[in-house]
């Protein structure tokens, strides 16, 4: 993510799900994302667009560099600990040290240090990027369900079943999140970024990626990325195009 290396963060493939993206937008439709994470794909978007996100420090640290703060380029170990544990004094700065001064971005997953790596600065230099095109964006700390969109083309890339989530926010219903989605589509374009889906959303775009996540020989796992449309809506823009 910030580089703020956010599990799940879409770094490596945020350019072609845009295009993708920006291939069904229509003319002028405004661009909501109900799991903004590191901002990868948000940053790219233009237009009117609507970043939300469970996870309150992400939103406080978004909300602060809109309004000029600047992140630290340099982190002891003894300020992480200590941001750790008096999380609520700076929500903002919690935010930053959380994902982007830790091992793998894992929310306080443990100090990021190498002889040869400054994360601290890294995370600093790729958010400070990334909000340079999303000065204009509305952030919002709320969950995914209470968004009611109309009209809106929605991108999802919310906690993948089966994998690591990001802590803080709890427990990830997928089967619950797919239901909403299907409620959405009726009146939304709606894109999910997942690895599977149930059997009435359709695979539009695939990727093979290697992910921050490793297993058991601390090898970086293989995933296939995928985005999905409900089939509600592949048909729309069936029809969008042939008229």
């Known amino acids: 993510m910030i580089d703020i290396r956010y599990f799940g963060g879409k770094a490596r493939i945020a350019k072609p799900i845009v ?5 069904i937008r229509e003319e002028g439709q405004p661009y ?16 009117e ?5 469970k996870h309150t420090y992400l939103i406080e640290m978004y909300k602060a560099m809109q309004n000029g703060w600047i992140p630290p380029t340099n982190l002891t170990k003894e300020e992480y600990e200590y941001i750790k544990n008096n999380r609520d004094e700076k929500p903002y700065l919690t935010g930053f040290v959380g ?4 091992f793998a971005g894992k929310w306080f997953g443990g100090f990021a240090s190498s002889k040869d790596r400054n994360y601290c600065l890294n995370a600093h230099n790729s958010i400070m990027k990334k909000m340079e095109t999303m000065k204009d964006v509305k952030f919002y700390d709320c969950d995914y369900k209470e968004i009611n969109p109309k009209g809106l083309l929605v991108y999802c890339d919310p906690p993948y ?12 219903d997928s089967n619950e999140f797919w239901d909403v989605v299907r409620e959405w ?3 939304n374009m709606v894109v999910v970024s997942e690895y599977n889906a149930p059997e009435d959303f359709v695979e539009v775009w695939s990727k093979d990626v290697k992910t921050d996540i490793r297993n058991k020989d601390n090898k970086k796992e293989q995933r296939i990325e995928k985005l999905f449309l409900h089939k ?6 069936i029809h969008n195009e042939t008229a």
Do not use: H
């Not at 994302?33 to 237009?47: K, Y």
């Not at 994902?99 to 830790?102: A, L, N, P, T």
């Not at 509600?232 to 823009?237: C, D, R, Y």
């Open 99 to 102: 994902f982007g001064c830790s």
């Open 161 to 172: 079943q089966g994998t690591t989530q990001y802590g803080l926010v709890g427990n990830f």
């Open 32 to 47: 909501i994302e109900p799991f903004v994470g590191g901002g990868w794909v948000m940053s790219l978007m233009d237009g």
């Open 49 to 53: 667009r609507i970043a939300c996100d």
């Open 232 to 237: 509600s809506n592949l048909k729309q823009i």
């Open 19 to 23: 295009e993708y993206l920006k291939s």
């Open 185 to 187: 589509s009726k009146e």
